[in-house]
């Protein structure tokens, strides 16, 4: 779907405002896809086995990228 593809560049750059907070706490994320109204990452580094990271994911992640991108209605972790 083209209007995904014009998501992805918007959705990249929140996450680029982010990533500064992860890779402080020796994890990062990683954009996988943008499909309909859902974004899907890959946490990675000490995220991606952090316990807290599902918070991280609802509370941080997915807040900052509905912010920069209102069409944007889930973040799901794969």
Do not use: H
């Not at 680029?16 to 994320?29: E, T, V, W, Y």
């Not at 309909?36 to 807290?52: N, Q, R």
């Not at 900052?64 to 069409?71: C, D, L, Q, S």
């Amino acid at each position: 779907m083209a209007g995904d593809q014009d998501l992805k560049p918007k959705v990249q750059q929140a996450l680029n405002k982010i990533r500064p907070m992860l890779q402080a706490d020796g994890g990062d994320i990683e954009l996988v896809d943008v499909v309909g109204k859902v974004v899907k990452v890959k946490l990675t580094g000490a995220c991606g086995c952090c316990p807290m990271s599902q918070m991280t994911l609802q509370m941080g992640v997915q807040r900052a990228i509905k912010e920069a991108v209102p069409e944007i209605e889930k973040v799901e972790a794969v």
